[in-house]
């Protein structure tokens, strides 16, 4: 989160500006700040959609902004929850920072299962991602369930069985083990030549690591500093041409 406090040196005013000071130039303040974290706002953005890899609708329209008050600094910032789902201030951790990412949900429930070691990373298949370079959620809920792995709720039941409805589903299609010399989750197939098997996610045995490719802070103490000075003076006018005497 990045807030925006803007503030001036009263200490070598004049009486009258001093004066002007009491009366406009708190309002012209907030109204600085709120403008600056607007262009924040649009800053960021625009570095999101050229350096993140096919950010998705939800991932764009997480950044927030609350506009200045005369108590409270403006402020830009990823929403840090949702109802459902990883929230984004959680997963653009490593293109903010970089480094090694942590277990995400889905291999912590197979390392909980025992079918991935703890120092293990599951790296999904090309031919399973979506658009946005994503495993879907809907896909990740079979892979879990097919492999017993979805239950970590008491009174959740999503696992798959030898029921006729759940064997329907298909998900007991997909098994965690060695295929030749790699382990991870597969998926059998039926082709016309028979019998097969693909790989859903490989399993690594080294932490993924990221270089900083979107330096939210950076961006935005760039983008303040540009317009500070024009975005007061703007303020400021608008503040002397719109009081009252």
């Known amino acids: ?33 709120t403008r600056l974290a607007q262009r924040i706002k649009k800053g960021e953005l625009a570095v999101m959609r050229k350096r993140l890899d096919r950010p998705t609708p939800t991932t764009l329209n997480s950044l927030f902004l609350k506009a200045a008050t005369k108590a409270k600094p403006a402020r830009v910032y990823f929403k840090d929850s949702w109802t459902s789902g990883i929230p984004a201030d959680t997963y653009l951790q490593q293109a903010v920072f970089g480094g090694v990412r ?13 079918i991935m070691k703890s120092g293990q990373y599951a790296l999904p298949s090309k031919s399973f991602l979506n658009q946005y370079g994503n495993v879907s959620r809907g896909t990740m809920t079979k892979v ?13 039941k999503a696992n798959a069985t030898d ?8 998900n007991r299609r997909y098994f965690g083990g060695v295929v030749g010399d790699e382990s991870g989750v597969w998926e059998r197939m039926n082709t016309k030549w028979g019998a097969a098997v693909r790989p859903v996610f490989v399993f690594s045995d080294g932490a993924p690591a990221y270089r900083t490719i979107f330096p939210f802070f950076k961006i935005a103490e760039n983008i303040a500093r540009a317009h500070r000075t024009q975005e007061f003076n703007d303020a ?6 719109t009081a009252r005497p």
């Open 1 to 33: 989160m990045f807030k925006l406090e803007i503030g001036v040196d009263d200490g070598q005013l004049t009486k009258s500006a001093i004066e002007m000071q009491r009366r406009h130039i708190p309002f012209a303040l907030v109204l600085t700040a």
């Open 144 to 156: 879990l369930s097919g492999l017993g792995a979805a239950e970590t709720t008491s009174g959740f």
């Open 236 to 241: 400021l006018a608008q503040t002397l041409a």
């Open 102 to 114: 942590p277990h995400k949900r889905f291999e912590k429930s197979l390392i909980a299962q025992g």
């Open 163 to 170: 029921s006729k409805r759940s064997m329907a589903k298909g």
